[in-house]
């Protein structure tokens, strides 16, 4: 099956974003947990190593999903293939 050149931008803009999340997803999850110790700041009264581990990558985590079901519903609506209202 032959993709239209229309598929194919469509694909090519979900695996961008998909790629741009996954570094960020790494970025919180590995390096700033790698690096966590030399991190030696206050961050709302508590070390910023500690904060990041408890609660900042949760919080990095939510955005992603956030951001990523926000611009596919987008991109789905601009390309016609978003599941349309159910409201």
Request: proline share 1%.
């Amino acid at each position: 099956m032959q993709l239209t050149a229309r598929h194919q931008e469509y694909w090519k803009k979900t695996l961008n974003i998909t790629a741009i999340l996954m570094v960020v997803w790494f970025v919180a999850t590995f390096v700033l947990g790698y690096y966590a110790r030399d991190l030696n700041f206050d961050f709302f009264g508590w070390p910023f190593s500690f904060y990041m581990a408890a609660q900042g990558s949760l919080v990095i985590y939510v955005v992603i999903i956030w951001f990523y079901a926000r611009y596919m519903n987008n991109l789905d609506h601009e390309y016609g293939v978003d599941e349309g209202d159910d409201e």
